[in-house]
């Protein structure tokens, strides 16, 4: 069992920056991924960013790449999701997932969810 726990998540300028954590908590050695998505209102959730657990192997969806980075430490089983440049149609509920079986874009190959993060880009 993981327990995933996102934080982070605000309003913010378009242009600007935010942060946002999943802390991850039970038998996270199990999990081979760690894995962002978003759902904006009205829109079906999409695949963001994934880290892989053995070497921090990384890969972005083309909306993102170049503008966020997913990140982890190990030492307190948390991923971070940092975001710049940060545009209004990044608004969205964000969640962390943890994958046990691989590290693609499907929400079916992820296993964990958390309960997400709001986050607001607007002027």
Sequence with gaps: QVQLVESGGGLV????????SCAASGR???????????????????FVAVIRWSDSST??????K??????????KNTVYLQMNSLKPED???YYCAAGL????TPMSQYDYWGQGTQVTVSS
């Design 28 to 46: 996270t050695f199990s999990s081979y991924a760690m894995g962002w998505f978003r759902q904006a209102p009205g829109k079906e959730r999409e």
């Design 66 to 75: 170049g503008r966020f980075t997913i990140s982890r430490d190990n030492a």
């Design 59 to 64: 890969y972005y969806a083309g909306s993102v």
């Design 101 to 104: 079986r691989g590290w693609g």
């Design 91 to 93: 608004t969205a509920v």
């Design 13 to 20: 300028q378009p242009g600007g920056s935010l942060r946002l």
